[in-house]
């Protein structure tokens, strides 16, 4: 993340930029809870700095597994962001619904609909 | 997707949106070109209506992966966009550079930063 002349944060340039998929498989039956724990965290990151996108998705094929898709500024605002005290962002609920440590698929965007304009 | 009064496009509801995260492995050493294959159908999809995101990615750790961050507002906009011809919309490039079929994860998206408002 950059600041402009003005002191306001700008998006990150597409060499900054880090995005992830994150998959988290819930204790049976608390899909939904987990779900619901992860909008909770949602919410708290609309205000973080470099947060351009934390997106829950259900699963569509596998019951009781949530999909969260991340993109930062960079990688420094993610750890910021996610990298504190858990329940202050409301991680340490989501850790209550977890069956599994939740999986990563690390990726750089590049470009195309849907990327804040650097 | 659904249309206003005044015959505008809307943005899908919760409960319509489809989402997924596509896999697809180049050959080797092709994977900066099978990624630049994808931004070009990404320009195409920016007017296909119905698509909110189409976003292409590097993998960080597997060379010549890239993956596509896709959203729809609904299953049939995307059968409309993607599902015509090839080399209309510039996936006869992307075939081209695979070294396998694509790999699709399906998601449905609930909420949180970065989805369009319903």
Redesign the interface.
């Known amino acids: 993340m950059s600041i402009d002349g003005a002191g306001r944060e700008q998006p990150g340039t597409d060499e900054e930029r880090?995005?992830r998929?994150v998959r988290m498989a819930a204790h049976p039956g608390e899909g939904a809870a987990l779900?619901d724990a992860?909008?909770h965290v949602?919410a708290n990151?609309?205000e973080a700095p470099g947060?351009?996108?934390?997106?829950?998705?259900?699963?569509?094929?596998e019951p009781d597994v949530v999909?969260?898709?991340e993109?930062w500024s960079d990688e420094q605002s993610s750890d910021r962001a996610l990298g504190g005290e858990l329940g202050q962002v409301g991680l340490e609920d989501v850790v209550a619904h977890l069956a599994a440590p939740p999986e990563l698929?690390?990726?750089?965007?590049?470009?195309?609909?849907?990327?804040p304009t650097a």
Do not use: F, H, K, Q
Request: net charge neutral.
């Open positions: 880090v995005g998929y779900a992860l909008l949602a990151m609309r947060c351009e996108m934390y997106l829950v998705n259900l699963s569509a094929d999909w969260v898709t993109l698929i690390a990726v750089r965007p590049l470009g195309g609909v849907g990327l």
